[in-house]
């Protein structure tokens, strides 16, 4: 990774740029290039999210939320990013409106595919009888309380992310 004054860094290609379970408070926003997000990556249940193109943003998560980054993102191809430190982030959101929708349909598309993906592993314990029908459907009704989504119309991930 390079750096310099202007918060400009690179990334080469297959380069993590950011690590799921970090807590590092940054927001990148991509200015060349593209960039892979993966949840478990490199474990053997590595599942692929989307594909980040250039002026998105990634890693909002843990300057919003405080909690560990919960996906890893890693260059596609080598990679231009504006870095943004977590004291910089409100003037960044001030001077740079159409990020803040950006970085705020981030966080719903986040927030749909985690509770799709518990929606799914509550559905294979139940048709592996690991849970009872009861039990599930009280975890479910809870989820979609919790993330104000209806289950049967959420999407994963797709490139638009």
């Not at 990020?99 to 294979?124: G, K, P, Q, Y």
């Not at 119309?153 to 992310?161: G, I």
Request: hydrophobic share 35%.
């Amino acid at each position: 990774m390079e750096t310099n004054q202007s918060q400009m860094v690179r990334f080469a290609e297959d380069e993590v740029i950011l690590k799921e379970g970090s807590t590092e408070k940054v927001l990148y926003k991509i200015i060349h290039g593209k960039a892979l997000v993966y949840l478990n990556y490199g474990q053997e249940n590595e599942y692929l999210v989307g594909l980040l193109s250039e002026q998105r943003c990634f890693g909002e998560f843990t300057i919003l939320c405080g909690k560990p980054n919960i996906y890893t993102v890693v260059a596609y191809s080598d990679v231009l990013l504006l870095r943004i430190m977590e004291k910089d982030f409100d003037d960044f959101i001030r001077n740079n409106s159409s990020n803040a929708i950006d970085i705020m349909r981030n966080l719903a598309n986040t927030v749909s595919t985690l509770s799709l993906n518990i929606n799914l592993v509550l559905e294979e314990l139940e048709q592996e009888k690991k849970i009872d029908p009861e039990e599930y459907r009280d975890i479910t009704r809870k989820v979609r309380f919790c993330t104000a989504l209806d289950p049967e119309k959420q999407y994963r991930f797709t490139s638009s992310v």
